[in-house]
């Protein structure tokens, strides 16, 4: 395909763009040039999935408004197939199947030197910093590709990078025989159900408002939900553990009071990582709460590059993970703006879409 495309300098594809300051994205025709600068790919994309981080940029909130540059071809979580390498490339090659690692880190700031690239300062983010996957080509670097075992459906090989935010978070701290809590069960959140168990929980408490995603949830072998609408979450945690708290807690909720309250009951020598954004600041009794408690806090950022991505893989392999329970819809690219309301209004797992091979459909 490299000399195939040799003397091709563009391909026509269809994409979905932010580019108006309003809600909604534009489908249209738009090209991609096939020059490739140094240590880059240009992959084909099979499937791509949505985020809530694509919402975000669907509505245009405040953080959209504050950090894309429009117009901006938009998506990050993919799988695909390299159709041109670089000549300088060596790490993929022709036919890879590869996902993306969407972080592009610097390689170069004290925290890429030291091994921890996730909280690298200068991280630019495919499909929020430059164009993205939601079309049917991308160009990212070599660096970023995660190759991938053929044998796995492009469904499951489409979702690992929000897989990995899950795995990040709730295996930061071990869980094996542990009580788990997951507050919040949005995608990254039941994914983060079905990978405590996975990793053997003792138990897995999810805590979730939406009717549905408490249904996935138990689906997927949470051993309690609780709805905060309807019940007392300190009260009903501290009852399933027998008085003394979550072990382990992962938050994918960023909601004030459900992160306050999760404080309360996490066990004394607790581990809380935190992946949900709160639009609120949070008011904590540190004393009691974190430092008599010996409690470990941690904040969570992408997934460890590339360590969090080679416990995927395992798990992929192991067979104990339920992505295609997860995978609640299968839609067109074209349909985007209806998959965006679909997550807005929160009764699905995750969404997969599939990029059109007809540029004028």
């Not at 609640?328 to 969404?351: D, F, R, V, Y």
Request: hydrophobic fraction near 40%; charge should be negative.
């Amino acid at each position: 395909m490299t000399r195939l495309l040799d003397n091709v300098l563009e391909l026509e594809m269809m994409a979905v763009v932010k580019d108006k300051e309003d809600i909604g994205f534009s489908y249209i025709k738009k090209t991609i040039s096939t020059v490739l600068e140094p240590g880059e790919v240009l992959i084909e994309v099979k499937t791509a999935s949505f985020c809530g981080t694509d919402y975000h940029i669907y509505t245009y909130n405040n953080w959209a408004r504050n950090r894309l540059n429009l117009p901006l071809t938009v998506g990050h979580e993919f799988s695909g197939e390299i159709i041109k390498i670089a000549d300088d490339v060596t790490r993929v090659k022709m036919g890879d199947i590869v996902s993306a690692e969407t972080h592009i880190i610097c390689d170069e700031c004290e925290f890429c030197l030291r091994g921890e690239g996730h909280i690298c300062q200068n991280t630019k983010v495919i499909g929020v910093d430059r164009d993205g996957c939601f079309a049917k080509y991308i160009k990212i670097p070599a660096k970023n590709c995660f190759v991938n075992d053929k044998k796995h459906s492009l469904l499951e090989l489409s979702v690992q990078e929000p897989l990995g935010n899950a795995v990040h978070t709730i295996t930061h701290f071990p869980i094996e025989n542990k009580d788990v809590v997951v507050l919040g069960c949005g995608p990254i959140g039941i994914m983060a159900v079905d990978v405590a168990r996975a990793y053997n929980a003792k138990k897995v408490i999810a805590i979730e408002i939406n009717e549905f995603r408490r249904n996935l949830a138990k689906k997927l072998g949470a051993d309690y939900i609780i709805n905060p609408l309807e019940e007392d979450v300190y009260e009903k945690v501290m009852e399933y553990t027998n008085g003394m708290g979550a072990d382990v807690i992962g938050d994918f909720s960023g909601n004030k009071t459900a992160i306050e309250t999760a404080f309360k009951y996490l066990k004394h020598g607790g581990g809380f990582a935190i992946l949900g954004i709160p639009d609120e600041n949070i008011t904590l009794n540190v004393t009691d709460d974190i430092v008599f408690k010996g409690a470990r806090v941690y904040g969570v950022t992408g997934r460890r590059i590339y360590d969090t991505w080679y416990q995927i893989r395992d798990l992929l392999e192991s067979n104990k993970l339920h992505l295609s329970e997860i995978i609640t819809h299968q839609m067109p690219l074209s349909k985007i703006n209806e998959a965006a309301e679909i997550m807005g209004k929160k009764n699905c797992g995750k969404i997969v879409l599939f990029p059109g091979d007809d540029i004028n459909e």
